[in-house]
């Protein structure tokens, strides 16, 4: 496993945030290993910064329905014997599958339960991507499309320029501030909108994207944390791995079997889970008993009403 720990830090300091990057499918890494190490080590933080599939996999596993949402979408990916239907085209349907499925997945697995338990729980602060105000549909899409393909070719930094160097600018949202699963589930797919796979969607009136657009992994979201755990979606090598006073970055220990677009295979959507359970079990073996127990201060639980 690759992981990079803070320059320093007090001893025994306990994560009081945790941020989930973004990386579509390949962010069940995040979620296995988050099943192994989180209750070895009594993570509980005060606060998680996510974007795109990360806010995805930070819900579930708060509200306690990782496993509800890895079947699930385990099963649709099943059914889906391809990424792209280009005949759909002549139908006027959507040739790609991935947004449906994806909210499918949310949808069925966000109940008003769910959404009483992340009331009660850390607060999650969902990044969105926000075009200049000239941009518009067709320029957002532009726009977007350059952004993302310069970081994913010219950057090697995890927090490069290029998102804000085409105009974009990032807005927060937090989960609490959602009333209803339905609100949920809209908002991780703004945070997760890529076209053509995800469309362009709208948010108050003006175009959003992927949050991953300004930052992929946001840790901006968690300005006040003392001691922030960062978990990754792709295979660093521990020297491209930033080292930071107060943030640890965890990396997959190798290159993740699923591509995050990949919505064909429940085997490599296993296998990237499994991935996480183990680098989670090691990380929780070599930092067993290094944190004080620590009791995060939860907001008042919002009365709901649960079916």
Known sequence: MSFAPPTERPPHEPFDAVVFSGGGCRCFWQAGFWTEAAPVLDLQPDVIGAVSAGSAMACALM??????ALEVFKDAARRNPSNSYPWNALRGQPVFPQEQLYRETIRTTTDEEAMAQLYAGPEIRVLLGRPPEWAGHYGTLALGTVAMYAKRWLERDLHGPWGMRAGFHSESVAVHECDSPEELEDLILQSSCIPPAIPLYWRQGRPVVDGGVVDGVPVELVPESRATLVLLSSHRPAERIPRVDGRTYVA????????????TSPERVQATFDLGRRDGARFAREHAGR???????RPEARDIAVA
Do not use: L, N, Q, T
């Open 63 to 68: 509200a306690g329905r990782m496993h509800e």
């Open 252 to 263: 997959p220990s190798e290159e993740v079997p699923i591509d995050k677009w990949d919505y």
């Open 291 to 297: 944190f004080e127990p620590r009791k995060a201060e």
